[in-house]
């Protein structure tokens, strides 16, 4: 149980670490990559709450601040990369 409970840790640091990459440097294929470790990232977790039968509450919510902090960077490297094709497009 403590090497799933790594796993999922260096996972969730991984998805931070990407997903700050992909602000900085936006790609198509960056955002699936950065879309499957969020994937990963959750479904371990959700196992991770059910096997252990941890506090749902206390997990939840550092859950979904994860969630929102990456929803929002992926978004914004969503739109930055929108603004670099039409800036192509346009020249």
Do not use: E, W
């Not at 294929?29 to 950065?34: A, D, E, G, K, M």
């Not at 997990?59 to 960077?73: D, E, F, N, Q």
């Amino acid at each position: 149980m403590n090497m799933l409970v790594l796993l999922h840790v260096l996972i969730a640091l991984s998805s931070i670490v990407y997903t700050t990459y992909l602000f900085v440097r936006p790609s198509k294929s960056r955002l699936y990559v950065s879309y499957g470790l969020v994937a990963l990232t959750l479904s371990s977790g959700t196992y991770l709450v059910i096997s252990t039968h941890a506090r749902l509450l206390q997990s939840c919510v550092a859950g979904l601040v994860y969630l929102g902090i990456i929803s929002g960077a992926i978004a914004a490297a969503h739109y930055k990369l929108s603004a670099i094709k039409v800036d192509s497009k346009n020249s």
